[in-house]
């Protein structure tokens, strides 16, 4: 089997545009304001940087090209993201920023014609912002989804929805909620989830505080949601009622592999701004670059993009070829989540001092790199999903041997 990791032509500009466009546009924009997004303008700054990015060609690399994107697959996003995640705030220039981009994925996939014309279309355009409300408060859905607690009961022409929501993602000034709820079952029960659409102003949306989290960049913050008699009709069902868990792995296993791409770039950077210093830095009679400790850190730095790269390309090919790919794209996140920290880890230690200051970048790398063991499944869970799978194949096996 041949194996071809080349880029055509147009693939090949995009990144190079991407990544001049986020390391002359946006890092002087994100170095200012220390990587916080709302210190930096929140949605203003949003919008000018996207118009940028448009101007420079590189806009919405993911959406299908029917509403402006480039209509790019799973491969071929993945050094364009990584390109614009050099930056903290090149994915939101590009529209590639979470929750946007995976509810811009699910939507292309899931939503039918007038869904798509009402939602789709504007979010592809950076018109608007989105948020998916599917995490609650224990005991509600978590790590494990199956606990899912919150309940939209069937009325007259459509569905009221009750539940309380928190670290939802974008929630404050988005345009509409994707809501998980429960429409059969109890908590616990595997099915029975249904996905609906609404716009953000609907009576029965109340979004609560800011939960102040490690990282800063994401817009609109990690809020508290609750639905009190959220009035949506049936036309609001995305997909159909009780397929709810079965279409979020539509986005899940891509969202998964976009957040590797992203933060590899931003780890790309740490790991950079590193090496540019050690290769600088006088002490211990030469340069900090020239001694074997530090040299064993950058040479763990490289191992570690590298293999990242490697299991984010394979979980990429699989989910291309219409793969559900659960285990290499488990692979990947849980790898990538702790060697994109340990790559920025590492480089903060290698300017020591600078490292954990603001001159730097690097502490504010680590700030945002240290959730992702924790953001779209922990670590921990991936490990049981994945071994649970394993043995389960080895029992098949032996049941039919």
Known sequence: MAIDLSYSPEVESLIERTRAFT????????????????????????????QAARDAGVFAPHAPIEYGGHGLNMSDRAPVFEEAGYSLFGPTALNIAAPDEGNVH??????DPEQKEQYLAPLAAGDVRSAFAMTEPAPGAGADPSALSTRASKVDGGWRINGKKWFITGADGAGF???????????????????????????????????????????????????????????????EVDRGFEYAQVRLGPARMTHVMRWLGAA???????????????????????????????ADNEIDIAATRALLTR??????????????????????????????DRSVQMCGGMGVSGDLPLARLSREVRPFRVYDGPSEVHRWALAKRVVGAAKRAQRES
């Open 268 to 298: 790309r950077r740490g790991h950079d701004v590193a090496v540019d210093y050690v290769a600088r830095r006088e002490a211990f009679g030469g340069k900090l670059g020239d001694l074997g400790m530090v040299q064993q850190m950058v």
């Open 106 to 111: 699910m939507l292309a996939h899931i939503a």
């Open 177 to 239: 909620f994707i809501i998980f709820a429960r429409t059969a079952g109890e908590p616990g029960d595997r099915g029975g989830a249904t996905m609906f659409l609404t716009p953000a102003d609907a009576a029965g949306i109340r979004v609560g505080r800011h939960i102040d989290t490690l990282d800063k960049s994401m817009l609109g913050g990690h809020c508290e949601v609750d639905f009190e008699d959220l009035f949506v009709p049936d036309s609001a069902v995305l997909g």
């Open 23 to 50: 390391r002359d546009h946006v890092l002087p924009i994100e170095d200012a304001h220390g990587g916080d997004i709302a210190v930096a303008g929140g949605d203003e700054i949003r919008v000018k940087l996207q």
């Open 315 to 344: 979980a990429c090919w699989e989910l291309d070829q219409g793969d559900k790919a659960a285990n290499s794209t488990a692979i990947a996140k849980t790898f990538a989540a702790e060697a994109i920290f340990r790559i920025v």
